[in-house]
């Protein structure tokens, strides 16, 4: 099937700095991806859809300046979480969708201090 | 809004049969899916159903699909300590090619 690699699993950064998180389909271009955030003990929140050479679409309520998103590749889609804030702290997930269904990456930790 | 249901929690006892419970609200799913969350973890696709299906049998996994209720199950046979994670129903949302989740149900097996 598919595989999904994010990098980094975890990162501790200090409020007001911005995160990188990389979402990379290894064996599949993915014209589309997707990103999720996960709070504790909450389902997984679909963020925004990733279009490979277009702008990413956002679902209502999430703020496009503050979660950049880039897919400047058919297997790297990147989401930066810029000037963040404790409350950005959460389960960041990538996704696409292929032949093989819906595949995760393994998730990214994000806490902010 | 779609909304997919679970149950928030499920204690059972190693050995036993552990039974998920969901209701979804997309009656047009083509499939309908089960994902399993480890601690600190992405999500492991467990299986899935297409909609024309009533069953679902893989190895310890059984899917149950109710279409009139909109109901989905999912039956882990010899429950072990490893199946002890959260469990994620999900349909794909109607107009996108992603999925909505439920909330997930945690299992908690216990020896």
């Known amino acids: 099937g598919a595989v999904v690699s994010q990098h980094p699993s975890w990162v501790i950064c200090k409020s007001g700095t911005s995160v990188k998180i990389e979402c990379r389909s290894l064996d599949f271009q993915a014209t589309t991806m997707f990103w999720y955030r996960q709070f504790p003990k909450q389902s997984l929140m679909l963020m925004a859809t990733?279009?490979?050479?277009?702008?990413?679409?956002?679902e209502q309520g999430v703020e496009k300046d503050k979660f950049l998103i880039n897919h400047a590749s058919l297997t790297l889609s990147t989401l930066t979480v810029t000037s963040a804030h404790p409350e950005d702290s959460s389960f960041y997930i990538c996704s696409v969708f292929s032949d093989y269904g819906y595949t995760f990456g393994s998730g990214t930790r994000l806490t902010v201090v | 809004g779609e909304d997919v249901e679970q149950s928030l929690f499920l204690s059972v006892r190693e050995g036993d049969s552990s039974v998920i419970n969901c209701t979804y609200t997309?009656?047009?799913?083509?499939?309908l899916y089960w994902y399993k969350q480890e601690p600190g973890a992405g999500l492991q696709l467990l299986t899935y159903i297409f909609s024309n299906m009533d069953m679902k049998q893989d190895q310890r996994l059984t899917v149950l699909l109710n279409k009139k209720d909109k109901h989905l199950s999912l039956r882990i046979a010899d429950t072990q300590t490893g199946d002890s994670a959260i469990y994620f129903c999900?349909?794909?949302?109607?107009?996108?090619?992603?999925?909505?989740f439920g909330k997930g149900t945690m299992l908690l097996v216990s020896p």
């Open positions: 999900a349909e794909p949302l109607s107009g996108y090619s992603t999925l909505t």
């Open positions: 990733s279009n490979e050479g277009s702008k990413a679409t956002y």
């Open positions: 997309d009656s047009s799913s083509t499939y």
